[in-house]
């Protein structure tokens, strides 16, 4: 049944992006195209995507493009997200292992959340793909009127949701921002090198390892 305290869980909190699906180099193509199409090549991209994972696009393009107003941004956002959805509803691909901790854990007795910073759309896109609705609880977002990463709202959200404290809810991320925001929220965070390697976590104090992919993670972390 559920890990006591030798584990010390009873609820598990997965970011979306670069989590729990691979779509990192899909929205890194469509930003790249999309600011190219504003005339505003990135000069680096690696730069960018290390700064931006995370954030919201409305906080994004705030810092890009002060001068707009936020209608605008939003319709920025949205040109961008079209790309996106366009190679993700054909190609994207889910992290290796992370649908099955998800049914493992459902079966275990483990609450779950998707906490992402993603719009609707492209939350849509993932679910309807992978069957994601079936194994989580509850999805927190900024669509909730909730502050993107590493504001802690999207984690605590879903701990009251969940009705868990924060100490028993393990993040998982793969963007230090996000890490960041799981220790502001209280919680402890496992991170997942999918877009930077593990010395980006190292500072975090509220990190517990790090693995390559969900095949890699210590289940003992999480069951006895």
């Given at each position: 049944?559920l890990?006591?305290?030798a584990?010390?869980?009873?609820?598990?909190l997965?970011?979306?992006?670069?989590?729990?699906?691979?779509?990192?180099?899909l929205?890194?193509?469509?930003w790249s195209?999309?600011?190219a199409g504003?005339?505003r090549?990135?000069a680096?991209?690696?730069?960018?995507f290390?700064?931006?994972?995370?954030r919201?696009?409305a906080?994004i393009l705030a810092?890009?493009?002060?001068?707009?107003?936020?209608?605008?941004?939003?319709?920025m956002?949205?040109?961008?997200?079209?790309l996106?959805r366009a190679?993700?509803?054909v190609?994207?691909?889910?992290?290796?292992?992370?649908?099955?901790?998800?049914?493992?854990a459902?079966?275990?007795?483990?609450?779950l959340?998707?906490?992402t910073?993603?719009?609707?759309g492209?939350?849509?896109?993932?679910?309807?793909r992978?069957?994601?609705?079936?194994?989580?609880?509850?999805?927190?977002s900024?669509?909730?009127g909730?502050?993107?990463k590493?504001?802690p709202?999207?984690?605590?959200?879903?701990a009251?949701r969940?009705?868990?404290?924060?100490e028993?809810c393990?993040?998982?991320?793969?963007a230090?921002?996000?890490v960041e925001a799981?220790?502001?929220?209280?919680?402890?965070a496992f991170?997942?090198?999918?877009?930077?390697d593990?010395?980006?976590?190292q500072p975090f104090s509220?990190?517990?390892g790090?693995?390559?992919?969900f095949?890699?993670?210590?289940?003992?972390l999480?069951f006895v």
């Amino acid at each position: 049944m559920l890990a006591g305290p030798a584990a010390g869980f009873d609820a598990l909190l997965f970011d979306l992006d670069g989590t729990l699906i691979d779509s990192m180099p899909l929205h890194q193509r469509a930003w790249s195209q999309w600011f190219a199409g504003q005339g505003r090549p990135l000069a680096d991209e690696a730069g960018f995507f290390a700064a931006t994972a995370g954030r919201t696009n409305a906080e994004i393009l705030a810092e890009y493009f002060p001068q707009h107003t936020a209608e605008v941004h939003e319709a920025m956002a949205d040109a961008k997200e079209a790309l996106y959805r366009a190679e993700a509803a054909v190609q994207l691909q889910a992290i290796a292992g992370g649908l099955a901790l998800l049914q493992t854990a459902r079966a275990r007795g483990l609450k779950l959340a998707v906490c992402t910073a993603a719009p609707p759309g492209n939350i849509a896109v993932a679910f309807e793909r992978f069957g994601l609705g079936a194994l989580v609880d509850t999805v927190t977002s900024p669509a909730d009127g909730l502050r993107g990463k590493p504001h802690p709202d999207i984690f605590e959200a879903a701990a009251q949701r969940l009705a868990c404290p924060p100490e028993r809810c393990l993040v998982f991320e793969d963007a230090p921002l996000g890490v960041e925001a799981a220790r502001r929220a209280g919680m402890r965070a496992f991170a997942l090198t999918t877009t930077l390697d593990a010395a980006a976590f190292q500072p975090f104090s509220n990190l517990i390892g790090t693995a390559r992919d969900f095949t890699e993670l210590d289940q003992t972390l999480l069951f006895v």
